[in-house]
């Protein structure tokens, strides 16, 4: 299954070629707003995943804490 991350970015991309390939101002415009609302998706999506590793107390690369270079 494809990620929440990876589709807002694909549709965010289709769209913006969609909207370089527009005939009409008005359909350009949609497709670009359409592509920013799925940026503004992506970057809450980003955002959210952060909070949720900041809340839980373990570090990104799995080091125990308390730990010296001499122990590892």
Do not use: C, H, P, Y
């Not at 070629?17 to 999506?45: C, D, H, N, Q």
Request: net charge positive.
């Amino acid at each position: 299954m494809e990620s929440n991350d990876r589709f807002f970015r694909r549709r965010a991309n289709e769209e913006m070629m969609a909207a370089s390939r527009a005939v009409t101002e008005a359909a350009r415009e949609r497709r670009m707003r359409l592509a920013g609302i799925f940026l503004e998706r992506l970057k809450t999506s980003q955002q959210s995943d952060l909070l949720e590793m900041a809340a839980d107390d373990r570090s990104a690369f799995e080091w125990r804490k308390g730990r010296s270079l001499e122990q590892i």
